[in-house]
């Protein structure tokens, strides 16, 4: 099978959908021929056995019809779109991208959209304007793909009405960090973090999600109860993320490679997710977490998967995104009970291992591709 990924970036960027689709196209190379299509202007790391063609500029929208000669040109059997309109054209708008993906599916090229993001929110006039041309993108994308993919169960749901004569799938977004085991007294060693300190973790970049103010209580709280608190920082935004949590006792590592943040995460022991959207299938920290054995603190809110809720108290614990208390009270019981760590830290692994290891993503997106 000849498999033609449209992605909008590719590692060395720091890009979250730029890695998915690196790691994705490793694991399908193994049963297909898969070249990537992406935006020019960069240098990206090469993959054995993958060609990696740079084609498209997004502040030129029209660039986006190159992808379509080149489909064609080479006779791929199928094309996936890796999609965020941002990464297509400014303010997310490229009408020509769904234009495109049709005249490719009039080839006979048959094509599975993976949607990463829906729409802007309406907050403003501004987001009024976008919302809509970025509806309009989605919708007329869903429509001429054979596969339309989302990342998070709750958008299969949302949109189910959309496209009503197609079945939507639910693709999770794996970790795109390489396991690479150690154990906690080696992480805590690299980190030249005391051996009787409390760690709480946090992965990834500073963003509007992530809610600091919660962070900051559970660290409160837990040294109320007269434990030695610091909180370690994997990412690279270390000058914000101090302002956000100030007087907090914090190890920060900066921007790290795969590898390094793998050899550094068994030094955390509770891992804090208070998302304000709750976590997800499509925020890779909480599936590194997991993926990690991390005993997770994590909240419930609009977009958390099914999946999820119904492993809270199993793989993770989870409480509703308005229920600081809860979260911060979560915090310290887990502090309090390492038995109740180590559990949750198996557990999270095991699921992680069956529902979201990257073998078992790219078996479901094939096994679709050879319907």
Not at 34 to 43: A, I, M, R, S
Request: hydrophobic share 45%; net charge positive; charged share 20%.
């Amino acid at each position: 099978m000849n498999i033609t990924i449209i992605a909008p970036a590719l590692p060395p960027l720091l890009d979250g959908i730029g890695d998915y689709s690196a790691i994705l196209a490793k694991e399908l190379s193994k049963s297909a021929q898969v070249t990537v299509l992406t935006k020019v202007g960069e240098q990206y790391t090469s993959m054995d056995g993958i060609k990696i063609v740079p084609l498209f500029d997004p502040a030129i929208r029209s660039s986006v019809w190159n992808i379509a000669q080149y489909v064609r040109a080479n006779k791929a059997d199928w094309v996936m779109l890796q999609y965020n309109s941002f990464s297509y054209g400014k303010w997310g708008l490229n009408l020509s991208l769904p234009r495109m993906i049709k005249s490719i599916a009039k080839t006979g090229t048959r094509v599975m959209l993976m949607a990463h993001e829906e729409y802007v929110p309406v907050k403003g006039l501004k987001s009024l304007v976008m919302t809509s041309w970025q509806r309009l993108q989605l919708k007329q994308l869903g429509k001429q793909a054979h596969v339309v993919g989302f990342s998070i169960d709750p958008w299969v749901r949302k949109f189910t009405p959309w496209f009503k004569e197609k079945r939507l799938h639910h693709f999770p977004v794996g970790s795109n960090i390489q396991l690479n085991p150690t154990t906690r007294e080696q992480a805590r060693s690299l980190l030249a973090i005391p051996e009787d300190a409390v760690v709480l973790g946090l992965f990834g970049t500073v963003n509007q999600a992530l809610m600091y103010r919660w962070v900051s209580n559970a660290v409160a709280e837990v040294e109320k109860k007269g434990y030695r608190v610091c909180v370690l920082y994997l990412g690279p935004h270390v000058e914000a993320m101090r302002k956000l949590l100030p007087g907090v006792d914090m190890v920060t590592t900066g921007a790290l490679s795969s590898l390094d943040v793998s050899l550094r995460f068994p030094a955390i022991d509770v891992y804090l997710s208070p998302l304000l959207d709750g976590v997800s299938t499509r925020r890779g920290t909480f599936m590194a977490a997991l993926q990690h054995g991390l005993p997770v603190v994590g909240t419930i809110g609009f977009n958390t998967d099914e999946m999820l809720i119904k492993q809270n108290q199993v793989s993770a614990i989870l409480v509703p995104a308005n229920a600081m208390n809860e979260f911060v009270d979560a915090v310290v019981e887990l502090v309090a009970h390492p038995l109740k760590r180590i559990e949750l830290s198996a557990k999270a692994a095991e699921f992680y291992q069956a529902q979201f290891d990257w073998p078992i993503l790219s078996r479901k997106m094939l096994s679709l591709m050879q319907l």
